[in-house]
């Protein structure tokens, strides 16, 4: 890999970068016939599809028992790593609970607002080429974090699904496993089978055809938000190790072929450094034909900015899923960059801490989603309302108000609904 200049990039080469491509449309009528087939056929369609596209024959759609077994099938360092990373994610989504409140005026209004649970939300695991525990916690944990009251998940059907996958299900409180995958798995969640229980809301990351699935459901059913391959974008001066920044790179692209891997600096230097490491550790990792396929990718690079606030600019343009900001000044810059998913300062810092450990999650937005949302939290699991409460004074105060417009808008009978409750005094 060769360093290339921001000042330099051509207009394609910089819509490669902002305008980052899930695939997505491209398999939405597909994805359109496979939901339909789950509303229509239930579990027939669902073991339909296992055997088409993940090639196995699924006798127990519901596998909750089998989870519960895994976490005698895994080894001990695997449970005890499991179980500390749900300790350290529920601790910090604790945090993130609202309170109920209540605030009294003096003009008589009493008006506050509560927080309360989804009661059934569906989070989908990915499977397929790599298995994903973290993904199951990050899910589940948030949601009865929350208190919500049945939270099922769905994760792709294998010849042996993954243990570890299973027992991080069954410990981070999963009330049901459902053991199907991809498109058809969304479409049990929204619409229900004979087996799998319907939901209100579904989250969880996924390929292309989770995504498609996703989209195609919204409107029946809530989702957390629309993701595309994961993304990091590196932010770094010259004092950063290139050691460091080539392997936050490298952990990122080892997810998928598409991901989007970019590093900017204003240090020439560095941007040599670290596309050296990356050229002599890329080979060796144990999915090196996918980080290479990442790093080959339109979206993915190592940037030269001529200053620190042009690489701040383009990192506030990337609206980065994932943004490892390596300088001496980190969180400087870092209140200079509002669009960002979730941020990882400092070189001891890797991003692959906030995947499976330090508590933060990891389901975040990408595709520039971090302009306009954030990633799964706590919040993503509550509906909030409002109270109210007037009294005769409060109301009295109100009613010139209230009346005035309501009369403006046509709307006789709000403004009636006013005046009749002082009937009596007049």
Excluded at 18 to 30: I, L
Excluded at 53 to 58: K, N, T
Excluded at 276 to 303: H, K, M, N
Aim: proline fraction near 4%; glycine fraction near 8%.
């Amino acid at each position: 890999m060769e360093p290339r200049q921001v000042a330099d990039l051509s207009p394609d080469e910089r819509r490669a970068f902002f305008e980052r491509d899930a695939g997505v449309d491209a398999v939405r009528g597909d994805v359109r016939d496979i939901v339909e087939r789950v509303r229509d056929e239930g579990d027939a369609a669902l073991r339909e599809f296992s055997r088409e596209f993940d090639g196995v024959e699924v006798a127990n759609i519901d596998s909750t028992d089998e989870a519960e077994r895994a976490v005698e099938a895994v080894d001990d360092d695997v449970l005890a790593a499991i179980r500390e990373s749900i300790a350290n994610v529920e601790a910090f989504h604790e945090a993130q609970l609202p309170e109920d409140w209540t605030r009294e005026f003096a003009d008589g209004r009493e008006l506050g607002k509560r927080f309360r649970p989804l009661d059934r939300v569906g989070v989908y695991v990915p499977g397929g080429t790599a298995a994903y525990p973290s993904s199951a916690i990050m899910g589940v944990v948030p949601a009865k974090v929350a208190g919500v009251e049945h939270v099922a998940v769905v994760t792709p059907p294998a010849e042996e699904v993954n243990p570890a996958t299973l027992a991080a299900i069954h410990e981070a409180g999963a009330d049901a496993v459902y053991t199907v995958g991809g498109a058809q798995a969304i479409g049990a969640l929204a619409y229900g089978t004979e087996t799998v229980t319907r939901v209100r809301k579904v989250v969880g990351p996924g390929n292309k055809w989770v995504t498609a699935a996703k989209a195609e459901v919204r409107g029946d059913v809530e989702i957390d938000f629309l993701a595309g391959p994961s993304e990091v974008l590196v932010l770094a001066d010259d004092t950063a190790d290139a050691t460091a920044v080539a392997t936050d790179l490298l952990a990122q692209a080892e997810h998928d072929p598409n991901a989007s891997v970019v590093a900017v600096t204003d240090s020439a230097d560095l941007a040599a450094a670290v596309c050296e490491e990356l050229d002599a550790r890329a080979p060796d990792r144990d999915r090196a034909e996918t980080i290479e396929a990442a790093l080959d990718g339109e979206a993915s690079g190592v940037l030269v900015a001529r200053s620190m606030p042009e690489a701040v600019l383009f990192a506030e343009e990337y609206a980065a899923e994932h943004l490892s900001i390596q300088a001496t000044d980190d969180e400087q810059l870092l209140d200079r960059i509002t669009n960002v998913g979730s941020a990882f300062l400092g070189r001891y810092t890797p991003v692959a801490a906030g995947d499976y450990a330090s508590g933060t999650n990891h389901v975040l937005p990408t595709n520039g989603g971090a302009k306009a949302f954030g990633g799964l939290s706590t919040e993503t699991f509550l509906r909030s309302s409002t109270v109210q409460r007037l009294s005769a004074d409060g109301l009295r105060d109100l009613s010139e108000t209230v009346t005035t417009l309501a009369e403006a808008e046509g709307l006789e009978a709000h403004a009636e609904s006013v005046r009749a409750r002082f009937e009596d005094d007049e």
